[in-house]
């Protein structure tokens, strides 16, 4: 009898055990990367507060998605309603419609939730539905570049909305998206664009190969991607050209260059593109020829004056009085005599002072930051003349150094001659106009070496191009414009016929 019994508890663990081995394997099977199971779904996405996870018991489906993702009235209409108005045995037909796309790649599922779709499981079955529809800030006029004349809508950080704004200015199907992804982590959306038969392919595929080599773990904005695919990423200028304004990247695009914008960044970025471009602004195209000529040249003046005005005062200070004329030499003596620091201290102190007031104003809230700016220049300014800490010219030729950076439409533009005027003045209080020669020679040389997506960052004078020149140095009729730039090396370079 112990015998028979000790038999049939042996044989009774023995077919245990085997149901446990089959449903371990079953719940292996479960979790394995290419089924589209919900407990797979569920396990990846855990600890995930935000994420909804509905039960409908009665028809045997679970939906899942993220709330804050998806667009509320379209997940009533396309998910929550029909599922509601069928039977069990109709789910299967309910499922079949079009708005339903059946996945059997988990990891196709779970980024499709993170995407902001939702996830409807079914018999083993797993359908994603695109609801997408988060909040996103209304289409409003760009704070960096104002126009007074033309259209006033801006780039907003929803890339969908970016990408009508461009669709609705270029109705052709030649306009070409290419979508990719960048960052480990974050998953960014990145589109490129351009225009098949006008750009030159050979910069789309470097563009995109840049872009897909990217390796991080999140990329925010598209300044950050900018610097990730630089040609030269130590240099202090910048590379690509950004905008937030739709007719100004639609420009470029026409113009033969790529464009790529970012979900989640309000600007987008062109190439190649070249040095004078940061000195033109879309109001030239919307002014009379000879107005937007005369805008752009006082831009470039105002080049020269913000990188070399201070420089040329602590140069003329400091070792060329015989430069000042005779008129003015007696109230430039004057000023300096009551001043204990030599020209080079005491420009550095005042553009550093200008800067912090810049800086200042940047980032306070806006009347504030207008209140700190005219009342901060104006009491330290008057202040350090009586306290003996600087001279009157000084004050005038920095007050017109930090005018004359405003005036540059691009502000990383701005900010990078900027920082040159620094290094420009220390040389300057060392060896005089010398000195001011070598750092400007110094910043020609750099600026021959650089390359926007391997193009010259000097074109259209280095290589030399005239024909481009009418669009370059000056904003020339719209009948002399005819030609794309020759930098783009589109194999399309005829723009425009003009019927006489």
Known sequence: MNLFQAIIRAIIQRTGAAKRDRADASGQAQRLPGSPSLRHVLDNLKNCADLTHRRYPEIRVDLVYFGHQVNADMLYR????????????????????????????????????????AAVFHQGAAYLVDIYGPLTRSIAESETETVMVGPHDAFNENAEDNLSLIRKRIRSSHLKVLKLSVGEVTKTDVYLLYIEGIANMANVRKAYERIEAIETDGVYDISM??????????????????????????????????VAMMDGSPSVFSAPTSLFEFFSSADDYYQRWMLGTATRMLRFIAFGITIGFTALYVAVST?????????????FVESRSRVPFPPVYEALLMEATIELLREAGARLPTKIGQTIGIVGGIVIGQAAVQAGFSSNILIIAVASSAIASFVIPSYVMSASIRLIRFGLIALAGVWGNFGLAVGVTIMVIHLSGLTSLG??????????KFSDWVDTFIRGPFRAISKRPTQTQTPNLVKQKMKK
Do not use: C
């Not at 998910?79 to 990891?107: A, M, N």
């Not at 739709?246 to 113009?255: E, F, I, R, T, Y």
């Open 78 to 117: 396309d998910v929550v309603h029909p599922l509601l108005q069928v039977k069990e045995q109709e789910v299967p037909l309910l499922l079949r419609q079009s708005q339903f796309q059946r996945t059997d790649d988990s990891k196709a599922l779970i980024t499709g939730i993170l995407s902001g779709r």
């Open 225 to 258: 991607l900018i610097q990730l695919i630089d040609d030269h990423p130590n240099s202090i200028f910048p590379q690509y050209l950004t905008t937030e304004r739709p007719d100004s990247a639609v420009s470029k695009l026409v113009g033969g260059r790529v």
């Open 319 to 331: 070792y060329h009085y015989e430069m000042i004329p005779e008129n003015l030499l007696r109230t």
């Open 455 to 464: 193009s010259s960052y000097l074109t259209p004078v280095a290589p030399f």
